[in-house]
């Protein structure tokens, strides 16, 4: 099954992705977790996009789509994988079109689009408080989700800190940038591709719980 998980900054698509990928067995692919791999690894790709990400504004398609044709082409050799559960991409039409392209290529369809459907106020509230451990990644909230000990992951015993790109002036940009250039490519594909919206301001479990209530219902994730 090949999911994309939609919906703007801060509205849960790295939580929920991390509950559903063991369960359905695809891999997570996030663009942002791949660029801020890169920037932490000071390659060369890295230090490209490294103020693009902390500025809000969006690494180019070409880099993007670069990164997402190694990422799908991996999956489609990984018998131990029913397939992938996009988070952060699509996020320009031209990387839509981009994906249409590879999606050809390889012979695969996006089975459905779940839309986490979150408030201005409710993003910006997570954003603010996240935290996210720089060893193994887990997110946590200083409200919602807080670590034992302060700035300490209650898994791995990494540092916990604020991703750069979650100061207020960035998070309020990032937001601008979603409703233009990004929520406007499920025009793309309305008509083609099962479109779910769930509403993202519900507690974790309850969003949760909704996606798979559509994932396991019959019209939820059949391909047009
Ligand atoms: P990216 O990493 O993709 O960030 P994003 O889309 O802005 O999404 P976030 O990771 O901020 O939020 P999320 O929806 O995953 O929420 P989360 O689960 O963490 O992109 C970063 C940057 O990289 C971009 O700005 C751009 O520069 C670049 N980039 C990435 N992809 C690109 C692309 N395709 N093209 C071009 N550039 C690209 O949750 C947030 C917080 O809320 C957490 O603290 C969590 O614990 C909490 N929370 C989650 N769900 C709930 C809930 N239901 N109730 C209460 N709290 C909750």
């Known amino acids: 099954m090949n999911l994309v998980l939609f919906g703007p900054p801060g509205s849960g698509k790295g939580t929920q992705a991390e509950r559903l990928r063991n369960k359905w067995k695809l891999r997570h692919i996030s663009t942002g977790d791949l660029l801020r791999e890169a920037v932490a690894a000071k390659s060369e ?21 670069g990164l997402m044709r190694d990422a799908i082409l991996a999956v489609k050799k990984d018998a131990t994988l029913s397939g992938w559960l996009l988070d952060g991409f699509p996020r320009t039409v031209g990387q839509a079109k981009g994906l249409d392209a590879l999606l050809a290529e390889t012979g695969s369809r996006i089975d459905a689009i779940v839309v986490l459907d979150a408030t201005r106020d409710a993003v910006i509230e997570r954003l603010s408080g996240r935290r ?11 409200k919602y989700n807080p670590t034992r000990v302060d700035g300490v992951c209650d898994k ?8 750069e790109d979650d ?13 233009a250039q990004t929520r406007p490519i499920l025009a793309h594909y309305e008509g083609r591709v099962a479109t ?3 509403d993202g301001d ?17 019209g939820g994730r059949t391909a047009a």
């Open 202 to 218: 519900l507690p974790v479990d309850d969003v949760t719980a909704k996606i798979e209530r559509v994932l396991h219902s019959p």
């Open 167 to 179: 100061r207020p002036e960035t998070i309020a940009r990032r937001l601008d940038v979603y409703e």
């Open 156 to 163: 791995c015993g990494g540092k916990v800190v604020q991703r």
């Open 45 to 65: 790709l890295g230090q490209r996009v490294e103020s693009v990400l902390a500025s809000g504004q969006l690494v180019s398609d070409d880099i993007i789509l």
């Open 196 to 198: 779910n919206v769930i």
């Open 132 to 142: 996210t451990c720089t060893q193994c990644k887990t997110v946590y909230h200083v």
